[in-house]
């Protein structure tokens, strides 16, 4: 949701299935960074198989790979970036690693809280099913998302990255 938000807000045009994905391409805005936004249309827990090729194709080099993920271990409505670190668990992360060849990406984790359980198929149910929350709460989320992701696009584009985190 937040990368739809973006590609209409920077008026990327059509998706191209490419990839095995949703691939949209352009300027963030006029003179901007250029950019490649995809959505993997495999699982989550393969969506390195899509995003490994188009960044090796698209000759994207891993300080300037942006991913867009849920996470649970933060509360429903904050939003942190970072470069690199753990997977924690997340099947996503893992598979991305494995597809780019390195955990070296920046994140932009969307937190949606975790479930009363650590029950794995309570977890995957949780994750998978619809929010909970407003649809108010929810497209404030998205919309903190994609400017985390804008700012984050801008200082990379500015110059040398810094590995902290960010939120």
Not at 95 to 113: C, I, N, Q, T, Y
Request: charged share 30%; aromatic share 6%; hydrophobic share 35%.
């Amino acid at each position: 949701m937040v990368v739809e938000q973006l590609a209409e807000s920077w008026d990327l045009g059509r998706w191209k299935e490419k990839y095995r994905g949703r691939m949209a391409e352009g300027r963030s805005r006029p003179g901007g960074p250029r950019v490649v936004l995809l959505c993997p249309g495999t699982y989550m827990n393969e969506s390195g198989g899509s995003a490994g090729p188009a960044r090796g194709a698209k000759r994207v080099p891993m300080d300037r790979v942006i991913v867009v993920h849920d996470e649970i271990d933060l509360p429903f409505g904050e939003v942190r970036s970072r470069l690199g670190g753990g997977l924690a668990g997340h099947n996503g992360l893992k598979s991305l690693k494995a597809g780019f060849g390195s955990p070296d990406f920046w994140r932009v984790r969307v937190g949606v809280g975790r479930p009363d359980s650590t029950d794995p198929e309570r977890v995957a149910s949780y994750v998978l099913s619809r929010f909970s929350e407003s649809r108010e709460q929810v497209g404030e989320l998205i919309t903190t998302a994609a400017r985390e992701t804008e700012r984050l696009l801008e200082q990379l584009a500015a110059g040398p990255a810094g590995e902290e985190e960010r939120g």
